[in-house]
T-cell receptor
């Protein structure tokens, strides 16, 4: 079945460092791809998405490009802030009803 | 513009008791999803409901768990005779459409169940 695999955490970085979180997927067809973020004690919120191959999603300085050839959707940010400390989830819809498959989540800790 | 509202935020139950978790979707949303997040794991789909209908419950444990979304009132996830393994964060999400929806899910802040 459709699935996503993302790198394990925690990832600990200093402020202003570069962040990359790898995500690869297995899917029939070409679904939209999503990154969700979960700040401490909160629910998930959409960070960015891409709806077709070669699309780049971006938000809050984060970017991810939908790569069909490598079945990847890696999340990147050039300069992280302490406020970026959160858990990041890669996700894809697995049917037409809006049911999503989430990755295990990657915890990111940014230190001053 | 209220988002998805879940209550209680925290719930403590002893083994064998019942847990009821409530979810009010965003205004205008008629599709509700429940997900469970076990410690150190990602979110796992449990059930998808529309008003008065269960559309997909393929992620629900076969016993002790049930969900409903009545015509009036919030969606309720009910866990009977809780066990320690039910301790988790339960998230509700809503969306404005169902079939063909590959868009955003809007999540509540979750209900964290602890079973003693």
């Amino acid at each position: 079945g459709d699935s996503v695999t993302q790198m394990e955490g925690p990832v600990t970085l200093s402020e202003e460092a570069c962040l990359t979180i790898n995500c690869t997927y297995t899917a029939t067809g070409y679904p939209s791809l999503f990154w969700y973020v979960q700040y401490p004690g909160e629910g998930l919120q959409l960070l960015l998405k891409a709806t077709k191959a070669d699309d780049k999603g971006s938000n809050k300085g984060f970017e991810a490009t939908y790569r069909k050839e490598t079945t990847s959707f890696h999340l990147e940010k050039g300069s992280v802030q302490v406020s970026d400390s959160a858990v990041y989830f890669c996700a894809l819809p697995t049917d037409s009803w809006g049911k999503f498959q989430f990755g295990a989540g990657t915890q990111v800790v940014v230190t001053p | 513009n209220a988002g998805v509202m879940q209550n209680p935020r925290h719930l403590v139950r002893r083994r064998g008791q019942e847990a009821r978790l409530r979810c009010s979707p965003m205004k205008g949303h008629s599709h509700v999803y429940w997900y469970r997040q076990l410690p150190e794991e990602g979110l796992k789909f449990m059930v998808y409901l529309q008003k008065e209908n269960i559309i997909d419950e393929s992620g629900m444990p076969k016993e002790r768990f049930s969900a409903e979304f009545p015509k009036e009132g919030p969606s309720i996830l009910r866990i009977q005779q809780v066990v320690r393994g039910d301790s988790a964060a339960y998230f509700c999400a809503s969306s404005p459409r169902g079939p063909g929806n590959t868009g955003e899910l809007f999540f509540g802040e979750g209900s964290r169940l602890t079973v003693l």
